[in-house]
């Protein structure tokens, strides 16, 4: 460590293969999840669903997910290290939340797939933007100071959001959720090969691919849970939720991972 600057460690994981598929499965855990508890529990898609969505499963089930995603988000922000189990337990809050808002926003508020994408876009870009300009970087070096913790955990929950209703809307066309999942993947893999093999932005490729995890995740979820005449597969939310959960326990115990290093600023 020079006078000039100063090394450190974030709070985050570092970026390896383990942890886009950890990323990849806690955004399936979020589509099924989400959806057991305000489709199924709160009876959002049953005959007698509440017709006002001030009473609906949406908006409880987000205001339910929002509440848990908070707490642990002020419980990252205030730790003093990384921790794996608090990190992707604020992941997988953010990932159901942002399935119950995209949810919300699309159905409930009736502006439809098309109007909820083009939204939490704009949303994602006004945070990196703000992120951008207050700190100088959105870079996952930066993460070692609460202002850009509270920048990445807003942005990732907007991701989420925005994910989950670029998925649907995907997914609801011609491509249905096994050629969405494609169309994502195959998506996925460009952005890696462009992250080894040319001179784009490494910190632009990170948040494309994050947000692109995210409508994978969704379309996957979709296919265990979804009716068979709809293309899916039916399986139980709450057992694919649950079996989604032990591996993602399991890969946290297998795969070690490290704090992602942070670079602080020049010392005066």
Do not use: C
């Amino acid at each position: 460590m020079t006078d000039n600057m100063q090394s450190a460690l974030t709070k985050v994981p570092a970026v390896t293969l383990g942890f886009w598929i950890i990323k990849i499965l806690a955004t399936t855990f979020g589509e099924t999840a989400g959806d057991a508890v305000s489709m199924s529990w709160l009876g959002e898609t049953t005959a007698d669903a509440p017709s006002s969505f001030w009473q609906g499963g949406y908006l409880i089930g987000t205001a339910i997910f929002a509440s848990v995603l908070a707490v642990l988000v002020l419980v990252q922000v205030r730790a003093r290290r990384f921790n794996p189990w608090l990190y992707w337990a604020t992941i997988i809050a953010s990932t159901t939340a942002g399935t119950t808002m995209a949810d919300f926003a699309t159905r409930s508020l009736g502006i439809g797939y098309p109007g909820g994408s083009l939204l939490l876009l704009g949303m994602v870009l006004l945070s990196l933007l703000v992120w951008h300009r207050a700190l100088g970087t959105v870079s996952i070096t930066s993460l070692h100071e609460p202002r850009a913790e509270m920048y990445y955990w807003l942005t990732i929950t907007f991701s989420q959001t925005l994910g989950t209703a670029l998925g649907d809307w995907i997914a609801d066309g011609p491509l249905g959720y096994l050629g969405s999942a494609l169309i994502f993947g195959g998506l996925l893999a460009l952005i890696a090969l462009a992250y080894y093999r040319t001179a784009i932005n490494h910190v632009a490729l990170f948040w494309a691919a994050f947000i692109l995890t995210r409508p994978l995740g969704a379309v996957v979820g979709d296919f265990l849970d979804k009716p068979l005449a709809k293309g899916g597969l039916e399986l139980s939310r709450v057992g694919a939720s649950l079996v989604l959960a032990g591996a993602i326990a399991a890969l946290i115990v297998l795969v070690r991972q490290q704090a992602a290093p942070a670079v602080l600023k020049p010392a005066d």
